[in-house]
Nanobody
Framework: QVQLVESGGGLVQAGGSLRLSCAASGNIFSINFMGWYRQAPGKQRELVATISTGGSTNYADSVKGRFTISRDNAKNTVDLQMNSLNPEDTAVYYC??????????????????WGQGTQVTVSS
């Protein structure tokens, strides 16, 4: 299958910045969308931002103008630059990707993978 590993979470004061990174590995044939989601305590997981292979982006209204998503197709990585953070951004952030991969019999199959999550805490 395809594994996603995130890094870059942590504790920051309100108004500060953090950058999250996510790397995909495995027998990847292609990746369509990559994105970031977050889940705060007691709330459902929500979309933060997504980016297509061609670079088209989509952001949640709550992060527009503050967060920027980018990807490196050659390296199968996606980053999330988060600026002007506020306590409402506190959550576990998850990387997500979908595409196609080769299984052990070299069949081409679709995949949707999630990272393990990285904690982002913004103090007031």
């Amino acid at each position: 299958q395809v594994q996603l590993v995130e890094s870059g979470g942590g504790l920051v004061q309100a108004g500060g910045s953090l950058r999250l990174s996510c790397a995909a590995s495995g027998n990847i044939f292609s990746i369509n969308f990559m994105g970031w989601y977050r889940q705060a305590p007691g709330k459902q997981r929500e979309l933060v931002a997504t980016i297509s292979t061609g670079g088209s982006t989509n952001y949640a209204d709550s992060v527009k103008g503050r967060f920027t998503i980018s990807r490196d197709n050659a390296k199968n990585t996606v980053d999330l630059q988060m600026n002007s953070l506020n306590p409402e951004d506190t959550a576990v952030y998850y990387c997500n990707a979908d595409g196609r991969y080769y299984n052990s019999a070299y069949y081409l199959l679709p995949f949707t993978s999630w990272g393990q999550g990285t904690q982002v805490t913004v103090s007031s």
